[in-house]
């Protein structure tokens, strides 16, 4: 969080929304209706562990429901609180309409700290907030579909499905009751690194937008571009580690919990990334220079900054030190209200949260789909889409022969067009398309009004009209 002096988090978030409306026309009320979080549910829970009792405290907020089933994940962190969990919650809104998830939007928190405890406890303590939430509908595939956050993963929300299957025997659908869950256990492929892959996809759209690139100050692509990450968790890895290995970015910077790393030659995100899981932070690394106090590196030199491990650290107190053009909010709500209105003076240019890590939630409505139709996507099409390929080929290659031209088909290329697609080739082609459809329609509003309204605001403005759009259709 930042300073004291700041709005909250769920402040912060409204004031933003304000910022958008303000320059909207809905009908009386309706604005209101939008804001507000419709509902939140406190729970609290025991569980006996080491001997004795413990009580846990966790969340499940409802921001929207002009979609069902409402959508957003459930994250493990001791900094947990009804607050963060509702502004987490409205977001999931916006995102879900700006890249068109048919959800409403929802989040879900316990204050738990998950390095406290080993799987066993952890399985506990999950599968008792599941069931908590499920007996009241609050994890339910027509109506509530949690997914990973902060401090949760695959494995939780494995146990989560599990669990409503015990509690929910006959319902043929049970597995579409959350998403993200491992793939031998109804997940989809592409899900775990999607978030990551969204912001590198985000950054392809804007990198193609000639005039973004300009209003940052850019003259050339991606290739070259020095890169700081916060928190090199799900999102920040996958991000770091895509960037680095396919678009030529150097990952020159390295913020965690225990420091930060810097390295202007381009640090090893693989090798980072297991030096953490092994000694639980970055303070030993061999490599690279260190600081201690790793949120200062959020102000060093680089050209792209992507905040990817959790809200409020770019606030008022740092927001002018920051010297990167471009900021990518990989993680949710990372500049408060305050920090952003000095950003957009400074013309740094941010991509905003909603749109930078929607890859998330985009791939776990695939897997939604998925799990209701009760098949793998392109089970039933691969094998015939390489039969007419095939037939193509032989064709070409027959002509070819027969003609007396001598043309050969390089081995590359019919290896690649032989191939039908399965399912990961799917998931990252929905992916691409969602991240490129959304971005065009966030940079038409961007670019085409004469009020020069930054990019958040674009992409709040889209995303408003859509709720609103649901609303008016329903006649409230
Ligand atoms: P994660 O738990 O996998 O990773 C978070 C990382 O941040 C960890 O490596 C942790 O050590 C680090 N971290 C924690 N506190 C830090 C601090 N003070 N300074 C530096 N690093 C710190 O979580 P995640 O799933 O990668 O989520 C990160 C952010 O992305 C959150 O804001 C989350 O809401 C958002 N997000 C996640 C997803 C998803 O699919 N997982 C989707 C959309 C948005």
Not at 14 to 42: H, S
Not at 83 to 93: G, I, K
Not at 122 to 128: H, P
Not at 288 to 307: F, Q, S
Request: aromatic share 8%; charged share 25%; hydrophobic share 40%.
């Amino acid at each position: 969080m930042g300073p004291a002096n700041e709005p909250s988090f769920r402040d912060s978030v409204d004031i933003m929304f304000n910022r958008a409306v303000a320059l909207m026309d809905l009908p009386p009320g309706l604005e209101e209706k939008i804001r507000v979080c419709n509902a939140t549910y406190t729970v609290r829970f025991g569980v006996r562990l080491r001997g004795q009792i413990q009580t846990f405290t966790g969340y499940r907020s409802v921001h929207s429901e002009h979609m069902e089933p409402v959508k957003g994940g459930i994250r493990f962190s001791m900094a947990v609180n009804q607050d963060e969990v509702e502004a987490l919650a409205a977001l999931m809104t916006y995102k879900c309409a700006l890249v068109e998830a048919p959800f409403g939007g929802s989040k879900g928190g316990l204050c738990v700290d998950p390095r406290e405890y080993d799987e066993n406890e952890l399985e506990m303590i999950t599968r008792r907030f599941a069931y908590e939430l499920i007996k009241r509908d609050m994890i339910n595939p027509a109506q509530n579909v949690p997914a990973p956050d902060m401090g949760t993963g695959e494995r939780e929300m494995a146990w989560i499905a599990d669990q409503y299957k015990r509690m929910n025997t006959t319902d043929i659908n049970g597995v579409a009751c959350v998403t993200g869950k491992p793939t031998h256990a109804g997940g989809i492929q592409g899900r775990t690194e999607a978030t990551g892959r969204g912001v590198q996809y985000a950054l392809h759209a804007f990198f193609r937008d000639k005039e973004g690139m300009k209003k940052a100050g850019f003259k050339s692509g991606l290739d070259g571009k020095r890169v700081i990450v916060q928190g090199l968790g799900n999102v920040g890895f996958h991000a770091a580690k895509f960037l680095s290995e396919e678009d030529g970015c150097k990952i020159i910077g390295i913020i965690e919990r225990d420091g930060g790393i810097y390295d202007e030659k381009g640090l090893d995100v693989e090798g980072v990334r297991e030096w953490i899981s092994k000694h639980d932070g970055v303070a030993t690394y061999p490599n690279g220079t260190h600081e201690t106090d790793g949120a200062k590196l959020l102000e060093a030199d680089c050209d792209i900054l992507i905040p990817a491990a959790l809200e409020g650290v770019i606030h008022k107190g740092n927001a002018a030190g920051v010297k990167a053009q471009l900021i990518i909010e990989a993680a949710n709500g990372p500049v408060t209200a305050g920090a952003d209105e000095i950003l957009r003076d400074k013309g740094v240019v941010i991509i905003p949260d909603m749109y930078a890590n929607a890859g998330g939630v985009t791939v776990s409505y695939f897997e939604w789909v998925k799990n209701l139709s009760h098949i793998r996507f392109g089970r039933m099409q691969r094998r015939q889409e390489e039969t007419r390929h095939q037939l193509v080929v032989d064709e070409l290659e027959r002509l070819s022969a027969d003609s007396g031209i001598g043309w050969q088909l390089s081995p590359n290329f019919k290896e690649k067009y032989l191939r039908g697609a399965g399912e990961l080739e799917l998931v990252r082609s929905g992916l691409d398309d969602t991240m490129q459809s959304a971005y065009q329609s966030m940079a038409t509003v961007w670019h085409g009004r004469d009020d020069n309204v930054d990019l958040r605001t674009a992409a709040y403005l889209v995303a408003i009209e859509k709720v609103a759009a649901s609303y008016r259709a329903k006649g409230l």
